[in-house]
């Protein structure tokens, strides 16, 4: 079969790298796919956004599944269009896909069916927001409604700050339509950690563990990312709250979305706030993670096209993956001056050494080709992946293959994974 991954980041490059290996499968393409992702599939320029592009090219190639990687194809309603023309694809449709798309949309949701979160308020009054935040005092956070990529989530520990969030996404609208309206949510205290489920709308299929690192610098210090690194297992996460996550948060919310009349298929993101061994849903995603997905794909031993074809079918019947004994974490490299604006263009050295080291596997992200070389393109560059016995020797593993790979400005955490050795 031929299958199409829709995207050109670190995801969708540990998406092509796993669809790649299966029996089923006898060519992937990928767009716009990247230089790393060309090494294993053949790349076509179309843009992930470009709905009537990418099902042109499917249909023109005969692509027999189609996976959607990035949001914003999503919450555009390219599942739909996929759909309408008859053709088998793997995500939400763009009414499922609100469930990212929109935070007061999640938040409503979670309200309704009673699932655990933060307190909040909703507001398209600047004022209305700013009296809010006084009422409630600080710590407290502030997001932008829409889609952000990520960096549109400001945890603030003064009520000046959140003030000046709130100035920031609805005066001078820094995240663009994505802040005509604000989320503003008590603040949660705990461990965060990454929960991941396939589902067909009815039924679940729930994935290992996994914990991302969303600040610049080390000890979670600095402004939020689109993600720094993660490890999959995630010591937090025990085999008990597993069983609570899927009853109080994973399963009410697939009941919930069928219920209000748009059934979710795909894979759902739930990000938790794990404190005194309960969760509460820090935001939802309408997709796999990045970097999540990463070290989750490294670990996986099942052949995950079948889950994928079986939850676009409605047909999903497995109840349990296989998954490797070793642990696996992902240091994602950065250009300079992300996740503000980036100095784009330089060599990057050292892949193919990185790339000779065993267990280890460097996914990239923002790179391109340019005169016969790799360069930084994008804010998240590579994601150098390491598998270990565990999660120690993976870090080493992880950061060996970090020291052989160079460019200028290149900046990255030096403490992945350090919260599963304190455990």
Partial sequence: MKVLVIGGGGR????????????????????????????????????????????????????????????????????????????????????????????????????????????????????????????????????????????????????????????????????????????????????????????????????????????????????????????????????????????TVVRPTIAGMAQDGCPYVGILYVGLMIKDGKPRVVEYNARFGDPEAQPLLARMKSDVVPVLQACARGELTQTSLEWHDKAAVCVVMASGGYPASVDKGHEIRGLAEAAAIDDLIVFHAGTAEKDGMIVNSGGRVLGVTGLGDTVASAIDKAYAGVEKICWEGVQFRKDIGRKALNR
């Fill in 12 to 247: 969708e490059h540990a998406l092509v790298w796993k669809i790649a290996q299966s029996p089923l499968v006898e060519k992937v393409y990928c767009a716009p796919g990247n230089p790393g992702i060309a090494e294993l599939a053949e790349c076509v320029g179309v843009a992930a956004d470009d709905i009537d592009g990418l099902l042109a090219l499917a249909q023109r190639e005969g692509v027999d599944l189609t996976v959607v990687g990035p949001e914003v194809p999503l919450t555009l309603g390219v599942v739909d269009r996929f759909q309408e023309a008859g053709l088998e694809i793997f995500g939400p449709n763009a009414k499922a896909a609100q469930l990212e798309g929109s935070k007061s949309f999640s938040k409503d949701l979670m309200a309704r069916y009673n699932i655990p979160t933060a307190a909040y308020g909703t507001f398209t009054d600047h004022a209305e927001a700013v009296a809010y935040i006084q009422d409630q005092g600080a710590p407290i956070v502030v997001k932008a409604n829409g889609l952000a990529a990520g960096k549109g989530v400001v945890v603030a520990m003064t009520e000046e700050q959140a003030i000046q969030a709130v100035d920031e996404i609805m005066v001078d609208s820094v995240f663009g339509a994505a802040g005509s309206s604000v989320v503003i949510e008590e603040f949660m205290e705990g461990e965060e950690a990454s929960f991941f489920a396939f589902t067909d709308g009815r039924n679940i299929l729930p994935l290992a563990s996994s914990q991302d690192h969303k600040r610049i610098f080390d000890n979670d210090e600095g402004p939020n990312t689109g993600g720094m690194g993660a490890y999959s297992p995630a010591p937090v996460v025990t085999e008990a709250l597993t069983e609570e996550i899927v009853e």
